[in-house]
């Protein structure tokens, strides 16, 4: 940590820590520094910067919670899971949640020009982000902009040679993920100040500890790890792309079931079916029976490259026994069909879990991973499971 710190800001940091463990821990792991070529504050994942004029300024409450915010950029690695996403559209969303955890769990303020979004905050970041690319939601205006932002000396910013390569992203991330452990640690320990609870809880660290990868990939490695598929082909060079077309000879039967209850929208529908209509055209040997659900089941329809989308029906209610009810059957008569779900999670789930594999594709916002009773969860636009 540099030395050269205002008065202001250590007084900060020695309130912090008598408040709120949890911060002054990961406040350990950073390399804060003062600068007057931001305007504000910003932070690359590695270092964090102040604008000691900007700081003087605030009341104590306010700077305390803008350390918190840019402590939470770095230790969540806001920076580096950012990935292709527009740069300011996924600053607003970062902001959204750590504000909102600045707001629930302390008794900070925050400067002038925060986001918040209290209806999303407790959701991920790329939950937020997905939620705010609708556009059905109106985006507050960002003013203090501080992921991506040009900063001195930074590896990864704006004017710099590029991101960082991919040791030193992997030792940034062990150091964060070492913080918040740490972290988490002490808060339970003393029983006081942020994360007592508890982290695995709270679906924003569950996601910063997920290494990232696209839905998409977790989605085809998902129907290739099936014990009845592709003759045993190695799947450990799955990841790699490393799969011939003479060693996916045997068919793959997969039970598509798309929600269409009320609480699903048309882009949401369209997109799904767009993905999985590519993989089933890439890979003609997959074999798709495809349904819709509300409360009622409607199907089943052939799905596949030569087959027709059917008419959307549903609007009504949710409930996932319909479905299961029929793979039941399947299974019943020694079919085991690899099940996917797309769904946001709400509505009546089976007693018991189907001798079938089964992947839940939620929509971002949807119910709690914890909270689905069998099978796998991906988070569309996360990649989380």
Known sequence: MSLDLSKRLQGALLRIRGDHPFFG?????ADLRMT?????AATDGKTIWFNPKFIDKLEMPALCGLVAHELLHAALRHGSRRRERDALLWNIAADV???????????YSLPDGGVEMPKLAHLSVEEVYEQLATGRHRLPKLTLLDLGAAMPDSETGPGSEGVLDEHS????????NSALQQADAVTRRI????????????????????APQNWRDLLWQFMVSTPFD????????????LYLEETVGESVEV???????????????????????SILDAYPQIKGTLFYADADLYGPHDFGADAAMPKVKGGGGTSFKPFFQWVERENAHGNLPVCIYFT???????????????LWLVLPGGLESSRYPFGEVVRMGTGSV
């Open 25 to 29: 821990t990961l406040a350990l792991f």
């Open 36 to 40: 007057d070529q931001i305007p504000t």
């Open 97 to 107: 949640v750590v504000n909102g955890m600045i707001r629930a769990d302390t008794g």
């Open 169 to 176: 992203q992997h030792e940034l991330e062990r150091l964060w």
């Open 191 to 210: 029983k006081r100040g942020f994360g007592s609870s508890g982290l695995g809880s709270m679906r924003e660290f569950e996601q910063a500890r997920q």
């Open 230 to 241: 592709f003759g045993g082909f190695d799947r450990r060079f799955i990841h790699r792309k």
């Open 255 to 277: 039970a598509i079931c798309i929600d269409t209850s009320a609480s699903i929208g048309k882009d949401e529908l369209g997109q799904f079916m767009r993905e999985i209509q």
């Open 344 to 358: 946001d999670g709400y509505g009546d789930f089976p007693s018991n879990a189907p001798d079938s594999p089964v």
